[in-house]
């Protein structure tokens, strides 16, 4: 399998995660270079990017960048991966798997969180393994100044799935996963650059977390 790892970096050494790596990587760093050993700054496999505050711009940009040379396979993952979203053990597991594979494992996210009303509503659960189910309620937007592309999550599902969000919503916190070629261009670029340019256009919009919550409908699930 010919993977590429793309890893995106903020003020930290990410060589945790280099090491466990069994297929060649491109760090994508928007925080302090001195962070990075400089064997990795001079092996021709590190890129200063844009700081966005948030790894899915940096995704973007590989995928517009090389849209027609991808690699058959994409492993995108942040330098805290480690324990943040996955834990290395779950992750060896699942780096040789081909296909689709979420890169999340927060063990105690099984247990179901509930909001109290008249009667007990489900918040948010890890439904199986890598796999996290939402209510899409906005509630980050809540306290973050309204986006320019996207306001609401509805919003982006509107624009590009032709359908209103569902109540509740399935996705890989972190948005870190390995992605088949075949996944990604069955999209054309010119998505990508509207996604891009949703994310880029302010430090953490509100469109970045709409766009981590939608990644498994562009790159999993079928297209309709």
């Given at each position: 399998?010919?993977?590429?790892?793309?890893?995106?970096n903020?003020?930290?050494?990410?060589?945790?995660?280099i090491?466990?790596l069994?297929?060649?990587?491109l760090?994508?760093?928007q925080?302090d270079?001195?962070?990075?050993p400089?064997s990795?700054?001079?092996s021709?496999n590190f890129?200063?990017?844009?700081?966005?505050g948030?790894?899915i711009?940096?995704?973007?940009?590989?995928?517009?960048?090389?849209?027609?040379?991808?690699?058959?396979?994409l492993?995108?993952?942040k330098?805290?991966?480690f324990?943040?979203h996955?834990?290395?053990?779950?992750?060896?597991?699942r780096q040789?798997?081909?296909?689709?594979v979420?890169?999340y494992?927060?063990?105690t996210?099984f247990?179901?969180?509930?909001?109290r009303?008249?009667?007990?509503?489900?918040?948010a659960?890890?439904?199986?393994?890598?796999?996290?189910?939402?209510i899409?309620?906005n509630?980050y937007?809540?306290?973050r100044?309204?986006?320019?592309?996207?306001?609401?999550i509805n919003?982006?599902?509107?624009?590009?799935?032709?359908?209103?969000?569902?109540?509740y919503i399935?996705?890989?916190p972190?948005?870190?996963?390995?992605?088949?070629?075949?996944?990604?261009?069955r999209?054309?670029i010119?998505?990508?650059?509207?996604?891009?340019?949703?994310?880029?256009?302010?430090?953490f919009?509100?469109?970045?977390?709409?766009?981590?919550?939608?990644?498994l409908?562009?790159?999993?699930?079928p297209l309709e």
């Open positions: 399998m010919n993977r590429l790892w793309i890893i995106s903020y003020n930290q050494d990410p060589s945790s995660v090491t466990r069994t297929a060649p990587f760090v994508c760093n925080g270079p001195s962070h990075i400089d990795v700054k001079l021709g890129k200063q990017t844009k700081h966005t948030h790894n711009s940096d995704y973007l940009q590989f995928i517009l960048e090389n849209y027609n040379n991808l690699p058959e396979s492993g995108f993952a330098g805290n991966i324990p943040r996955i834990d290395e053990n779950s992750f060896v597991k040789p798997l081909d296909d689709f979420p890169l494992s927060d063990r996210t247990s179901p969180s509930y909001r009303l008249s009667v007990k509503k489900l918040i659960q890890q439904v199986a393994p890598g796999y996290y189910l939402e899409t309620n509630w937007v809540k306290h100044k309204k986006g320019q592309y996207y306001p609401r919003d982006l599902f509107k624009q590009f799935f032709r359908r209103d969000v569902p109540e399935l996705f890989v972190g948005a870190c996963m390995i992605v088949p070629r075949e996944k990604i261009v999209w054309p010119e998505v990508y650059q509207k996604l891009y340019e949703a994310v880029t256009y302010d430090f919009p509100v469109e970045a977390f709409h766009v981590e919550r939608s990644m409908y562009f790159f999993n699930f």
